[in-house]
Nanobody, 123 residues
Framework: QVQLVESGGGLVQAGGSLRLSCAAS????????MGWFRQAPGKEREAVAS????????YYADSVKGRFTISRDNAKNLVYLQMNSLKPEDTAVYYC????????????????WGQGTQVTVSS
């Protein structure tokens, strides 16, 4: 089992920044690909960013490329999502996830999920 706990969400104006953190506990953190997903009201959950076990080869959804950066610290069992130039359409609940399934660089079918953290971007 892997337990994931997100933090760092909140309310921010368009153009602002937020940094999400995800703390992992349980099984060896570095064994898993990590990812961030989001779900806006009335929409399906979508992949935002993924990162490999070693911390290289990130994946980003087209909608966040150039604005979001995913990183991980295997020594501290943490994964981050730095979000810059936020837009109202980034408003969603953001979930941290862990697993080993992937297509290309993108994490798919995560085995473990966090509880989510709300990000609201006002216009």
């Amino acid at each position: 089992q892997v337990q994931l706990v997100e933090s760092g969400g909140g309310l921010v104006q368009a153009g602002g920044s937020l940094r999400l953190s995800c703390a992992a506990s349980g099984r060896t953190f570095s064994n898993y690909l990590m990812g961030w997903f989001r779900q806006a009201p009335g929409k399906e959950r979508e992949a935002v960013a993924s990162i490999s076990r070693s911390g290289d080869s990130p994946y980003y959804a087209d909608s966040v490329k150039g604005r979001f950066t995913i990183s991980r610290d295997n020594a501290k069992n943490l994964v981050y999502l730095q979000m810059n130039s936020l837009k109202p359409e980034d408003t969603a609940v953001y979930y941290c996830a862990a697993g080993n399934g992937r297509t290309g660089q993108r994490l798919i079918g995560p085995q473990y999920w966090g509880q989510g953290t709300q990000v609201t971007v006002s216009s």
